[in-house]
């Protein structure tokens, strides 16, 4: 609409990352080397996500939904777990360290590719729509899901977890085929793109919430933060 | 505490609900729609005509907004709301343009509307830009939403506050090139000519002074969107019967024993809707010294018959339903002329036909700059001539109007009026009631296919004279029928004078309506604030997680313990 809408959405995305680095505790622990390291690693593992679609999936261009084929494509997800994985490996220092920043890596490399882009070509021009603000919206929710999903992979591979081992791998399974559930409610319900997001925010909430519980029953602490 | 849980699942479910139901309004940022302008014209001493400018980049409103509103706003009306001192009242209150919604068929009311619209619109000037567009379902629900926009109308104080802050407004932009005056080299208009020669063919000099008789019509349409313009009667009939007779004639003078001593020339004549200004050019041609080609000697015409509009039938008072044929002439024929003679046999065909016709003799008005009918043109140059048209006036508002369409058109009377022709012409040129009998009784009959085809193919696009120059489809489809049924057919480019003009015509005839969503200015700063607010929100969040986390987790393992 104007370039101050294009503030507003810019902000509205990428506050709350800063936020999360700068008062969850992560600024304290000058971990910043490792997490440029996260982002390029996510780029690489993005790279290879699109060779892997590009050889088995060629022709990506047809239009009608078919839940098998989106779930095969979705499967490639499984790179973003085991990079995940990979960065979490490389940092050392303190559990909630590790998969703090491996999520906020993760989230705001994914923010600065996908998102910016469209909202520079698009919340700038002359016509409104609500579009930019549920990107931004959107972006909000993939942090709380990266990292959660770096929680739960973290949570896997400790030893003292076992009991919850089956429950874990659900939540993970979840997190991955995400965007392949939000597919179906689309196509089937009928989902708008408010109530898709408040959904995705809804799901999103769920897995965090249970991720979180495990942490703090397996005997896991918050930072405290010095602000 | 399960209940507690319960109602809760409750309330998560309705508002997803609330939700979805959300959705259903207007969220497209923007949208296109085709739009067709008003049309353009200029005539001779600076007079111009019609809407003079095509962008637009403002608001839009309804008709329905208050006056005060509506200045410098685009204003949207739909046809039934659209009168004379409608569109007065928004001239004179600064409308900055108009876009006329217009429905895919009209009503008998609507087409009354639309003429009466055409009679003063397009011959007064407007310096908006006037726009139609076809009706949809999208545009209509952009016109609702309009039409219920508060701002417009009156509303308290706080409810203008409020609307100033979240109201949708639609900014009306279109964006094409400015108008351009159309010169000869952008469009070039042609008459189309071909001729039936007739006589001993083994003697050519004999062939040369046989007497020759024009049948003509002008192919162009006229209306109030020059893009909405498809003139299927006026005169697309008219070239549909000249095409269906030279097609019939052609066959007689393709056998040696049929073969009249009367050679025809059918002529297709550009900018008719203009002061028949292309049969003028082909006349000056004519007279002209020097050879050219396809050139006639103007003595040797015994006469020439207009063909316009053909395709219904007027009704011409409360008694006479079909009013019939209608022979216009600026002269009434005298007995010995050939003209004479023919309008004899045409008054016998019909009658025997049971077809009402009537001679209207009217007199070429020299005090004024425009002609009547197009045999007027002949007549000034002193060759005897008539108009045939089913139109008792050539005021007549159906003559030039957009609701000409296929619909307009009466197949049966079409056909009836062809077949007139064609049986008056044969019977004037043999002269004998067998002969004439005996061809229209024979394969050589009007087809009803031919002119169904043509017909469709002349009314699918509009006609208007800006539209159409030597290159257009229609003209070699017309071309391509003069070749097959004729001889020494050619296409004659009609000349426009770069100095003083005696019309001239602009482009931009169509454009692409662009419709954005925006908010007011005051919107952003809400925004603004709102995202400040959720950003402290999750600021507060995070600095307090453990505590959050805590209290929640104490919840969900008590409500667990609960109902366990």
């Known amino acids: 609409m104007t370039f101050l809408h294009f503030i507003n959405c810019v902000g509205l995305a990428s506050a709350p990352y800063f936020l999360t680095y700068k008062y969850a505790g992560l600024a304290d622990y000058n971990v910043f080397w490792k997490y440029l390291q996260t982002v390029f690693l996510y780029l690489f593992v993005q790279f290879s996500k699109m060779m892997v679609l590009a050889t088995f999936f060629p022709d990506m261009d047809d239009s009608k939904f078919n839940v098998l084929i989106e779930f095969l494509k979705i499967t490639v997800d499984f790179g973003d777990l085991i990079g995940l994985y990979v960065a979490m490996t490389q940092i050392a220092g303190k559990c909630e360290i590790k998969y703090l920043v491996a999520g906020v890596g993760w989230a705001s490399a994914e923010l600065i590719m996908t998102k910016f882009f469209p909202l520079w070509s698009g919340a700038r021009?002359?016509?409104?729509?609500?579009?930019?603000?549920?990107?931004?919206?959107?972006?909000?929710?993939t942090l709380v899901q990266y990292i959660s999903t770096a929680l739960l992979i973290y949570l896997y591979n400790r030893n003292d977890t076992t009991r919850y081992t089956r429950i874990i791998i659900f939540l993970i399974a979840l997190c991955c085929y995400r965007p392949l559930i939000a597919e179906i409610l689309i196509h089937t319900v009928g989902l708008g793109s408010w109530s898709l997001i408040f959904c995705k925010a809804l799901f999103t909430g769920f897995i965090g919430l249970i991720g979180l519980s495990l942490f703090y029953q397996t005997g896991g602490s918050f930072l405290k933060s010095s602000r | 505490m399960l209940g507690d849980l319960r109602k809760q699942m409750f309330l998560i479910i309705g508002s997803i609900l609330v939700f979805i139901g959300y959705h259903g309004r207007i969220v497209n940022a923007s949208e296109e729609f085709q739009v067709y302008r008003m049309q353009q014209y200029d005539l001779p001493f600076g007079t111009h005509f019609g809407s003079r400018s095509n962008q637009i980049s403002m608001e839009a409103r309804t008709i329905n907004s208050k006056p005060s509103f509506i200045s410098r706003r685009c204003v949207l009306i739909k046809l039934d709301d659209f009168t004379l001192e409608r569109y007065r009242i928004l001239t004179s209150q600064y409308a900055g343009s108009i876009i006329v919604i217009l429905p895919a068929n009209y009503t008998e009311s609507q087409r009354q509307t639309i003429k009466s619209l055409e009679a003063h619109l397009l011959h007064e000037s407007v310096k908006i830009p006037v726009y139609f567009i076809l009706e949809s379902a999208r545009i209509n629900e952009y016109y609702d939403y309009i039409d219920n926009d508060k701002s417009s109308q009156d509303s308290s104080?706080?409810?203008?506050?409020?609307?100033?802050?979240?109201?949708?407004?639609?900014?009306?932009?279109?964006?094409?090139?400015?108008?351009?005056?159309?010169t000869q080299s952008d469009f070039q208009a042609v008459n189309l000519q071909g001729k039936l020669i007739g006589g001993d063919q083994s003697d050519p000099n004999k062939a040369k002074r046989i007497p020759t008789i024009i049948i003509t019509a002008h192919y162009d349409a006229f209306g109030l969107a020059t893009s909405m313009s498809n003139g299927c009667d006026s005169n697309g009939s008219g070239v549909v019967a000249l095409l269906e007779l030279s097609r019939l004639l052609s066959s007689l003078y393709s056998n040696s024993k049929t073969i009249p001593p009367l050679n025809i020339l059918f002529l297709l004549t550009a900018e008719g809707k203009f002061n028949y200004y292309g049969l003028k050019k082909w006349l000056e041609e004519q007279s002209e010294a020097g050879e050219a080609v396809g050139k006639i000697d103007l003595d040797d015409i015994q006469f020439a018959i207009c063909l316009d509009s053909l395709g219904k039938s007027t009704q011409i008072s409360d008694d006479v339903e079909d009013g019939g044929i209608?022979?216009?002439?600026?002269?009434?024929?005298?007995?010995?002329?050939?003209?004479?003679?023919?309008?004899?046999?045409?008054?016998?065909v019909a009658n025997k036909a049971n077809v009402r016709f009537e001679l209207n003799h009217k007199k070429i008005n020299l005090a004024s700059d425009v002609l009547a009918w197009e045999h007027e043109r002949f007549s000034l140059s002193k060759i005897p001539a008539m108009t045939l048209s089913h139109f008792q006036s050539h005021k007549d508002s159906d003559r030039n109007t957009m609701t000409d369409k296929i619909d307009n058109i009466d197949r049966k009377v079409l056909m009836r009026n062809i077949k007139l022709?064609?049986?008056?012409?044969?019977?004037?040129?043999?002269?004998?009631?067998?002969?004439?009998?005996?061809?229209?009784?024979?394969?050589?009959d009007i087809s009803g296919d031919f002119v169904s085809s043509w017909m469709e193919k002349i009314c699918f696009q509009p006609r208007t004279a800006s539209l159409i120059n030597k290159n257009h489809p229609l003209i070699n489809l017309f071309f391509a029928h003069f070749n097959r049924y004729m001889q020494e057919s050619l296409r004659q480019l009609v000349k426009i004078q770069a100095k003083e003009p005696e019309?001239?015509?602009?482009?931009?005839?169509?454009?692409?309506?662009?419709?954005y969503n925006v908010k007011p200015a005051a919107f952003d700063f809400f925004l603004a604030m709102m995202v400040s607010s959720y950003v402290g929100l999750i600021y507060l969040a995070i600095t307090n997680f453990d505590k959050l986390f805590g209290f929640l987790n104490r919840k969900l393992s008590s409500s667990k313990l609960k109902s366990n």
């Open chain 2, 326 to 348: 209608f022979m216009h002439v600026s002269r009434p024929p005298k007995e010995g002329q050939a003209s004479f003679e023919f309008l004899k046999t045409l008054e016998t």
């Open chain 1, 125 to 141: 021009g002359a016509e409104f729509d609500w579009k930019y603000i549920q990107i931004s919206l959107d972006s909000n929710i």
């Open chain 2, 503 to 515: 019309f001239v015509l602009y482009n931009e005839e169509e454009a692409t309506l662009v419709i």
């Open chain 2, 157 to 182: 104080a706080f409810q203008v506050l409020v609307d100033s802050i979240i109201s949708d407004g639609f900014q009306f932009v279109i964006n094409s090139p400015n108008i351009k005056q159309l």
């Open chain 2, 421 to 444: 022709i064609y049986q008056s012409l044969i019977q004037y040129i043999y002269k004998n009631d067998d002969v004439t009998n005996y061809m229209v009784n024979s394969d050589l």
